[in-house]
């Protein structure tokens, strides 16, 4: 009985998520960093009443894993998109060895240093339907950190922003190292204070805000 994770147990863990919203600093998608996830505030019969606005998703499924399924270190906030219409109860990984590598509490996840965002200009016309001189978003991957790129389709769904990664793009040759230096000294300021005036790299990285892995890519 103590596993049977939907009695009583799923909205246990889930009221837990709320109320340490702040203190564990999740805002973001783990995932994709596509979609913001918090909670928020209603008035009910005058009183306050805390919702999630995200997924509580159990990284190895509760079906495969039974033993896992009230584990904290099992849970993972997420976006609806990735928990329920693409992962479901799919384990990441085809062994136990890739399941570890990929568990963001495991001491092997490296995501962040295996995986950069790139904007590519496409040279030549292919059956992705990609015309000649357009640019693309394309995740360049390194120590099988493909497999979580491919398994949540990350460079199709960033596809559709991409506008952002062109919008930093155009802020770097508009404002390139030598512009930045005349602006610090104008401003009687640090050039690493101008970058940060100008892209937000540092804010959205320390308040999880989504896209600071694109940004954060974009400027090196």
Known sequence: NIFRYYQHYDSKIAKFFRKHADELNICSCHYCELAYVNTYQVIVSGRA?????????????????????????????????????????????ANKVEWAKFSPVSEN??????????????????????????????FRCKNGF????????????????????????RLKARYPQSARRKIARLLGCTEARVLEDLFHEHFLKDNDRCFAKLTSDMLK
Do not use: W
Request: glycine share 4%.
């Open 49 to 93: 009443k805390v919702h999630q606005h995200f997924d509580i998703d159990h990284y190895l499924p509760k079906t495969h894993c039974p033993i896992l399924g009230l584990s904290l270190f099992n849970f993972v906030p997420s976006c609806q998109v990735c928990n329920s219409r693409i992962k479901s109860s799919r384990v990441i990984g």
């Open 109 to 138: 996840y490296e995501f962040e240093d295996n995986v950069k965002i790139r904007l590519r200009m496409h040279r030549v016309p292919d059956t992705t339907f990609k015309k000649k001189g357009e640019y693309y978003i394309y």
């Open 146 to 169: 493909r497999a979580p790129v491919n398994f949540f389709h990350l460079e199709e769904r960033y596809e559709f922003h991409k506008l952002e990664a062109m919008r930093i793009k």
